[in-house]
């Protein structure tokens, strides 16, 4: 393993925050199962607290016990195509498993299985979900090179990861917790389904 990517994990491990290159844009994230650090999360984003961040995955084994069964029309229609890559899916999960902020209250998850092997690789040693919003303050442009990432920003986390991300759009948003699906953002991906 790469010593930065080590480094990044280190931290990712003991409760730090990190930014991180994914496909789509840069991230900032934590581990999900960290409360005390996803509200630093929110604090240094400057992120309402009602507003839900996505989660990155490496496999659907890792996400199992935060989620409903997600049904067989999701696997083949969405996940069977897009994943891994630039589709955020909004499942029902169990609350009471998700920290409240991860999920801005509601009782829903977005997941994302990035395709970038190096956000895979600090997944998959991290061993949990890592949140994964853009890493940017609230409102503010999303950075799709390292040198957009606000160094303000950079200033405020604990390891900066540096690299580069391919698709240079936000990920496409679906919300499948309701019938008929909903898609809530339009990005990289064109989903037909």
């Known amino acids: 393993m790469d010593e930065q990517i080590a480094q990044a994990v280190r931290v990712f491990k003991q409760g730090g925050i990190v ?3 994914t496909d789509t ?14 509200r630093r999360l929110f604090r240094i984003r400057k992120r309402p607290e009602t507003q839900a961040v996505p989660v990155l995955i490496d496999s659907l ?26 589709l955020t899916i909004i ?25 970038h092997p190096v956000a895979l690789e600090l997944i998959n ?15 503010d442009p999303t950075p799709y090179s390292f040198f957009e990432v606000n160094e303000e920003l950079q200033e405020q986390v604990d390891y900066v990861l540096p690299g580069e991300c391919f698709s240079k759009q936000p990920s496409t948003v679906i919300d499948c917790s309701i019938i008929p699906w909903e898609i809530l953002r339009k990005g990289a991906v064109k989903v037909d389904f």
């Open 91 to 115: 499942l029902p999960c169990h609350p009471e498993k998700v920290p409240v902020l991860v999920r801005g209250g509601t009782k829903t998850l977005g997941i994302r299985m990035p395709n």
């Open 125 to 139: 040693a991290v061993g949990v979900p890592l949140l994964g919003p853009s890493a940017n303050f609230h409102g």
């Open 19 to 21: 930014i991180f290159p």
């Open 61 to 86: 084994e890792m996400i199992k016990e935060y989620i409903e069964p997600i049904s067989n029309e999701v696997k083949q229609k969405l996940i069977a195509h897009y994943w891994p890559g630039a």
């Open 25 to 38: 844009a840069f991230g900032i994230g934590c581990r999900m199962d960290d409360e005390q650090a996803v």
